[in-house]
């Protein structure tokens, strides 16, 4: 098995207590072990900074080595993390469980799917084909549009083809739609356009464009990277993957990080587009995810410590894990005592509990929030309503069926139907796309903070320390007005500036 060690940082304020925490790992990374062996080291020349070391050996051998480690070393199993966006899933909110079919192959019992939108065929969709095993288990197999918008499953089949999710990649609504037999045809309805302001930034007291809203506040965005797009401004600080850090591999490998950055600070110049909450804020990004697996703990408290230490007031990280991380906790933490505050989602099961990081009482948890009448009814986002009456509050707004809840929830943000970029690909120029999830809610409720700390002399007087830290989240429940929903839905309610 694959572990890591790391000498912890927070609560260590003089040189000498942060000197015998990397003492103390290199130590520990000293005893004799017949099989561990290191698999990577990511050793700052700062003698004082974290040091992480993947490691490979048995179980056993991790226990031992922690059992006789000194408190100032972390050793922890590296715990992966997923993105928590992008709630398209038929069975998103729900306990069904989904099995990825992929890469299985079938035996020539084809299903095809036609997506079209504004009178033609729509390139370069994904469309996730759902399917019923004769056990009753539920499959998924992932596809994408030709250039004349038509998708091809070969099915095995002993498999029940159920339904379509589509997702246009740009200016399109995704939809779901039943299997229709052999053939189906989707019509997806265009997204709203001639708007910069849109139902959730009028949600969080945004009524009118300011271009240099939350000028002065720097957002760091843990994700799957940053563009390419024109409307995406700001500092890439490249990848954190496998403990090592690579500044020129940040480039966004999915969609959902520039999706993230931005509904925070996207800035679309002389286009009329949905632009960010905040567009004047400091966008710095630094990508996690490899393109086909999740973050590790690892890359995810290195990447902590290097945007905090690069001057991150904020740090938006749309992931989780059902296991609590040491390692990323103390990350957390140590951010926090220098100024730093991280925002996490909550995550997108549709239930307790709220996922770690976000579970962790030094970040703030954020849930999702959807509004009636702001998606079409055919699309995904206008079918996110929850089941139970309680999970309705005022003005329209409810607990997205997908949102994860819990005691730990500290705000409730808007999370269905959020509309901001994605990267330039497949030859689609300044594309933007409607995306559902905790994931969306959380750069929401990010940039809203960033626009009120940004007006706030106080908050900007103090130094980076965890003074500062604390007097953000304190603004934040300041700020937050209730929607009606219960505290473990919306926690102190909804930000507005």
Same mark, same amino acid.
């Given at each position: 098995?694959?572990?890591?060690?790391?000498?912890?940082?927070?609560?260590?304020?003089?040189?000498?207590?942060?000197?015998?925490?990397?003492?103390?790992?290199?130590?520990?990374?000293?005893?004799?072990?017949?099989?561990?062996?290191?698999?990577?080291?990511?050793?700052?020349?700062?003698?004082?900074?974290?040091?992480?070391?993947?490691?490979?050996?048995?179980?056993?051998?991790?226990?031992?080595?922690?059992?006789?480690?000194?408190?100032?070393?972390?050793?922890?199993?590296?715990?992966?993390?997923?993105?928590?966006?992008?709630?398209?899933?038929?069975?998103?909110?729900?306990?069904?469980?989904?099995?990825?079919?992929?890469?299985?192959?079938?035996?020539?019992?084809?299903?095809?799917?036609? @997506?079209? $939108?504004?009178?033609? =065929?729509? %390139?370069?969709?994904?469309?996730?084909?759902?399917?019923? +095993?004769? &056990?009753? *288990?539920?499959?998924?197999?992932?596809?994408?549009?030709?250039?004349?918008?038509?998708?091809?499953?070969?099915?095995?089949?002993?498999?029940?083809?159920?339904?379509?999710?589509?997702?246009?990649?740009?200016?399109?609504?995704?939809?779901?739609?039943?299997?229709?037999?052999?053939?189906?045809?989707?019509?997806?309805?265009?997204?709203?356009?001639?708007?910069?302001?849109?139902?959730?930034?009028?949600?969080?007291?945004?009524?009118?464009?300011?271009?240099?809203?939350?000028?002065?506040?720097?957002?760091?965005?843990?994700?799957?990277?940053?563009?390419?797009?024109?409307?995406?401004?700001?500092?890439?600080?490249?990848?954190?993957?496998?403990?090592?850090?690579?500044?020129?591999?940040?480039?966004?490998?999915?969609?959902?990080?520039?999706? @993230?950055? $931005?509904?925070?600070? =996207?800035? %679309?110049?002389?286009?009329?587009?949905?632009?960010?909450? +905040?567009? &004047?804020? *400091?966008?710095?990004?630094?990508?996690?995810?490899?393109?086909?697996?999740?973050?590790?703990?690892?890359?995810?408290?290195?990447?902590?410590?290097?945007?905090?230490?690069?001057?991150?007031?904020?740090?938006?990280?749309?992931?989780?894990?059902?296991?609590?991380?040491?390692?990323?906790?103390?990350?957390?933490?140590?951010?926090?005592?220098?100024?730093?505050?991280?925002?996490?989602?909550?995550?997108?099961?549709?239930?307790?509990?709220?996922?770690?990081?976000?579970?962790?009482?030094?970040?703030?948890?954020?849930?999702?929030?959807?509004?009636?009448?702001?998606?079409?009814?055919?699309?995904?986002?206008?079918?996110?309503?929850?089941?139970?009456?309680?999970?309705?509050?005022?003005?329209?707004?409810?607990?997205?069926?997908?949102?994860?809840?819990?005691?730990?929830?500290?705000?409730?943000?808007?999370?269905?139907?959020?509309?901001?970029?994605?990267?330039?690909?497949?030859?689609?120029?300044?594309?933007?796309?409607?995306?559902?999830?905790?994931?969306?809610?959380?750069?929401?409720?990010?940039?809203?903070?960033?626009?009120?700390?940004?007006?706030?002399?106080?908050?900007?007087?103090?130094?980076?320390?965890?003074?500062?830290?604390?007097?953000?989240?304190?603004?934040?429940?300041?700020?937050?007005?209730?929607?009606?929903?219960?505290?473990?839905?919306?926690?102190?309610?909804?930000?507005?500036?």
């Amino acid at each position: 098995m694959k572990f890591v060690m790391s000498n912890r940082r927070a609560g260590k304020f003089r040189e000498q207590e942060k000197m015998a925490s990397r003492d103390a790992l290199s130590a520990a990374l000293a005893l004799p072990s017949s099989t561990t062996h290191m698999l990577s080291d990511l050793a700052p020349p700062d003698d004082l900074a974290r040091r992480s070391v993947v490691m490979e050996g048995t179980e056993g051998e991790m226990q031992a080595l922690a059992a006789t480690s000194t408190d100032d070393v972390i050793v922890e199993p590296l715990i992966m993390h997923e993105r928590v966006g992008g709630a398209r899933s038929l069975f998103a909110g729900t306990n069904v469980p989904v099995i990825d079919l992929s890469h299985t192959a079938g035996s020539g019992l084809f299903f095809e799917i036609e @997506v079209r $939108g504004g009178g033609r =065929g729509l %390139p370069f969709a994904g469309v996730t084909l759902f399917l019923r +095993a004769l &056990g009753g *288990d539920v499959a998924r197999v992932e596809g994408m549009t030709d250039a004349s918008g038509i998708a091809v499953f070969d099915v095995v089949p002993s498999m029940q083809p159920l339904a379509y999710i589509v997702s246009p990649y740009d200016g399109f609504w995704s939809r779901q739609v039943m299997v229709a037999g052999p053939k189906t045809t989707v019509v997806c309805d265009k997204l709203p356009g001639n708007r910069r302001i849109d139902w959730w930034h009028r949600a969080v007291g945004v009524n009118s464009f300011e271009a240099d809203a939350g000028d002065g506040i720097a957002v760091g965005v843990i994700d799957t990277g940053f563009g390419p797009h024109p409307h995406l401004i700001g500092t890439d600080h490249g990848a954190f993957i496998d403990n090592q850090h690579d500044p020129v591999a940040g480039a966004d490998v999915d969609i959902h990080g520039s999706h @993230v950055a $931005g509904s925070i600070g =996207g800035r %679309p110049g002389g286009q009329m587009v949905q632009a960010g909450v +905040a567009p &004047g804020v *400091d966008l710095h990004s630094a990508r996690v995810f490899p393109p086909d697996s999740g973050a590790s703990n690892v890359d995810i408290a290195n990447a902590i410590d290097h945007l905090s230490k690069a001057g991150a007031d904020l740090i938006n990280m749309s992931l989780g894990s059902p296991v609590k991380s040491e390692l990323v906790e103390d990350a957390v933490q140590d951010a926090a005592e220098r100024g730093t505050l991280c925002l996490c989602a909550a995550a997108n099961d549709g239930g307790p509990p709220v996922k770690f990081p976000a579970a962790l009482s030094e970040t703030v948890a954020i849930s999702a929030a959807g509004k009636i009448g702001t998606a079409p009814d055919t699309s995904t986002s206008g079918n996110q309503l929850p089941q139970e009456p309680w999970k309705f509050g005022l003005d329209g707004f409810f607990l997205a069926r997908f949102s994860n809840f819990g005691p730990e929830i500290d705000a409730i943000a808007p999370g269905v139907g959020i509309i901001a970029t994605v990267p330039e690909r497949h030859g689609f120029v300044a594309p933007y796309s409607a995306l559902d999830g905790t994931s969306m809610a959380t750069p929401v409720a990010c940039a809203t903070l960033a626009r009120v700390l940004a007006k706030d002399a106080a908050y900007l007087s103090l130094p980076r320390n965890i003074h500062r830290s604390n007097m953000a989240r304190h603004i934040l429940t300041q700020i937050c007005v209730t929607i009606g929903l219960a505290p473990e839905f919306q926690g102190h309610g909804m930000p507005r500036d």
